[in-house]
């Protein structure tokens, strides 16, 4: 891992969340560039600002450094939706997720 994951990973977060560079560096109380500058390399956050970065994705630490994980994200909404759920609607969850997720060379899916 290296920087250009970094700023790729914030770049992706940024772009999933549908707000541009500048409204999300305006709600994190930073000038209006400052998002810009961490996504072309032009700087690098702090520990602090990544801890930041991931409260504002609502997106936990481990997952933001998971690159296995491609929609960190997305992910996450699906877990807040998946906790709501009740016990036979989580294991109907749970059957769709494993099927969607099985390759056509892996009829057993791949875990």
């Known amino acids: 891992m290296d920087e250009t994951f970094i700023r ?3 770049s992706q977060l940024a772009a999933e ?5 500048k409204q999300i560096s305006r709600e994190l109380g930073r000038s209006a560039g ?5 996504t072309s390399g032009k700087s690098m956050p702090s520990i602090t600002m990544l801890f930041q970065l ?9 997952d933001f450094f998971d690159p296995g ?3 960190p994200l997305t992910l996450q909404n699906i ?5 709501h759920l009740n016990d036979d609607d989580l294991e109907t969850l749970e059957m769709i ?5 099985m390759s056509p060379e892996d ?5």
């Open 8 to 10: 790729e990973r914030i």
């Open 17 to 21: 969340s549908g707000k541009s560079e």
């Open 34 to 38: 400052y998002i810009q500058a961490l």
């Open 54 to 62: 991931c409260e504002y994705f609502e997106v936990s630490p481990r």
């Open 69 to 71: 994980i491609k929609y």
């Open 79 to 83: 877990l807040t939706c998946a906790s």
């Open 97 to 101: 997720s494993r099927k969607l997720s």
């Open 107 to 111: 009829p057993e899916g791949s875990e």
